[in-house]
């Protein structure tokens, strides 16, 4: 079990580039969220999936983001039109199945900067 | 008002000393988590508990449902629980997440 990994570690970007990150969850986890986490406050829900649907998005999610997981496996999230507020920890974590009291193992983080 | 709030927000406490952490909630859960975070952002699952208490070594949470409060006991703090805090409640099958609580534990 090699744990939720995601990719990359650090990511800085200039405003107004696109930004792509990866989330590799435990294997046969079926479900898998994003959440993003600013310094000092904790995170916040953007989106989660079920196998290769997704079932939720935030209303942090503007149309600006879009998150895949086409094959039920990893995740992209991706950020069209970087903006400096777009900068925060990027956190995956995934769960092994349905229902609200299975435990959630988190990934590392992508940390973005936005210059 | 936060729908998980936590309390206190920092705390500092030399090392031996029994800490609480507190974490109340508005929303309807069907169960709380209790996580820790490291410098550099990583998080680790501490607990997940829908009633009463779980204990894991120096480390017990414990959660009222009716009073829809959980708390977080270390017992003999070390420098190595120096770490942020997070309660987060498992509502509709995602995470509503408190701001965190830092602990720092001196030698």
């Known amino acids: 079990d090699t744990g939720v990994s995601q990719n990359p570690r650090h990511k800085i970007t200039k405003r107004g580039q696109n930004v792509t990150f990866r989330c590799d969850p435990i294997s046969e986890h079926n479900r898998l969220y994003w959440y993003r986490q600013t310094l000092g406050q904790g995170p916040e829900f953007l989106t989660y999936?079920?196998?290769?649907?997704?079932?939720?998005k935030s209303r942090l999610l503007s149309d600006r983001f879009s998150a895949e997981r086409p094959k039920g496996s990893f995740s992209t999230l991706e950020i069209q039109r970087t903006e400096q507020g777009d900068s925060a920890m990027y956190l995956c974590?995934?769960?092994?199945?349905?229902?609200?009291?299975?435990?959630?193992?988190f990934g590392p983080g992508t940390r973005l900067t936005v210059l | 008002k936060n729908e998980v709030e936590q309390s206190p927000q920092n705390l500092t406490a030399q090392e031996g000393e029994f800490i609480t952490i507190n974490c109340s909630y508005s929303?309807?859960?069907?169960?709380l988590h209790w996580l820790q975070q490291h410098p550099g952002g990583g998080i680790v699952s501490l607990f997940m508990?829908?009633?009463g208490k779980k204990k894991h070594g120096r480390l017990i949470a414990t959660i009222n449902i009716q009073e829809k409060h959980s708390s977080l006991h270390i017992t003999a703090s070390h420098p190595r629980d120096s770490a942020v805090y997070i309660c987060a409640a498992y509502n509709t099958d995602k995470l509503i997440f408190g701001t965190g609580t830092r602990l720092q534990v001196f030698p």
């Open positions: 999936f079920q196998n290769e649907a997704q079932l939720e």
């Open positions: 508990l829908s009633s």
């Open positions: 974590a995934s769960s092994p199945l349905a229902g609200g009291r299975n435990e959630q193992f």
């Open positions: 929303v309807g859960i069907s169960a």
